[in-house]
């Protein structure tokens, strides 16, 4: 079992619509999550970032985490086109521990 | 933009060779990070430095070697490329010595034909 699983997608919404994106992982250990987004042939943008469980809104986007059931979620509302991008969630333990990211998930969002 | 700087951007080489990719990290962080982003392995982390000392090690190979100057620049040297090793590099940094929040430069594109 890999230590973080992401749907590779793609998925394709229309404009306006909610977005679900999610993550499970294994490593009970993980206290910091993270979402980027990357866009083709770009570097990744960190978008969210979340502290053990909970939720954080930040504009049209929520991140909540379930460290219960290890699973992450990125909401993202009123979607537009220019959120079409490739969605990466990533983890870590606390002191020293490198991020692990999912594969991410292929989003399109179509007008 | 992230801050972060990385160059090349595009690099073309034939198997065997060497190359080495260049990255600076924003203004007072004193991590980086080297990770390789390939179709089928999504993004593998290499290695970390922090203020000049290697700090964690993930699946780099042994032909792959990295160090972080005393300006805070890093380089990450290739040799005996091959085909296989073809993908994108990204360098990331953050200012604190924990990785958790990490911004990315714009990667390396390496060919190696």
């Known amino acids: 079992q890999k230590e973080v699983e992401q749907d590779p997608g793609p998925l394709s919404v229309p404009e306006g619509a909610i977005v679900s994106l999610n993550c499970t992982y294994s490593n009970s250990a993980f206290q910091y999550f993270m979402w980027y987004r990357q866009y083709s042939r770009k570097g990744p943008e960190l978008l969210m970032y979340?502290?053990?469980?909970g939720n954080k809104e930040d504009g049209r986007f929520t991140a909540q985490v379930d460290k219960s059931s290890k699973y992450i979620s990125l909401f993202i509302r009123d979607s537009q086109p220019s959120d079409s991008a490739t969605y990466l969630c990533?983890?870590?333990?606390?002191?020293?521990?490198?991020?692990?990211f999912g594969k991410g998930t292929r989003l399109s969002v179509i007008a | 933009d992230s801050g972060v700087t990385q160059t090349p951007k595009h690099l073309i080489t034939a198997t065997g060779q060497r190359v080495t990719l260049r990255c600076s990290p924003r203004?007072?962080?004193?991590?980086v990070y080297w990770y390789q982003q390939s179709l089928d392995q999504g993004l593998q982390f290499l290695i970390q430095?922090?203020?000049?000392?290697?700090?964690a090690k993930g699946n780099i190979l042994e032909r792959f070697s990295a160090q972080q100057f005393p300006d805070l620049h890093s380089e990450l040297n290739l040799s005996s490329l091959e085909l296989g090793d073809s993908a994108l590099y990204f360098c990331?940094?953050?200012?604190?010595?924990?990785?958790?929040?990490?911004?990315f430069g714009p990667g390396t594109r390496l060919t190696v034909t």
């Open positions: 990533a983890m870590s333990a606390s002191g020293n521990t490198p991020l692990v």
């Open positions: 203004s007072g962080d004193l991590s």
């Open positions: 979340t502290y053990s469980s």
């Open positions: 430095y922090y203020n000049g000392e290697e700090r």
């Open positions: 990331a940094s953050s200012v604190v010595e924990r990785g958790d929040e990490q911004y």
